[in-house]
């Protein structure tokens, strides 16, 4: 069974993310890269030991 957003929710959603995100500055992505390749990292040391 597929699922689907109710079009005027998805909507909605979109729209109070857009206002509340204002002025707020997202990440970088290369802030997001060395977060993710840390833990991944970690995470597949913890699995080799």
Same mark, same amino acid.
């Given at each position: 069974?597929?699922?689907?957003? %109710?079009?005027?929710? /998805?909507?909605?959603?979109? %729209?109070?993310?857009?206002?509340?995100?204002?002025?707020? *500055?997202?990440?970088?992505?290369? *802030? %997001?890269?060395?977060?993710?390749? *840390?833990?991944?990292?970690? *995470?597949?040391?913890? /699995?080799?030991?």
């Amino acid at each position: 069974m597929l699922h689907k957003a %109710i079009p005027h929710l /998805f909507k909605n959603m979109i %729209i109070d993310a857009q206002q509340v995100g204002m002025g707020i *500055e997202p990440p970088y992505p290369y *802030e %997001i890269k060395n977060k993710y390749l *840390e833990m991944e990292y970690n *995470e597949m040391e913890a /699995f080799m030991n």
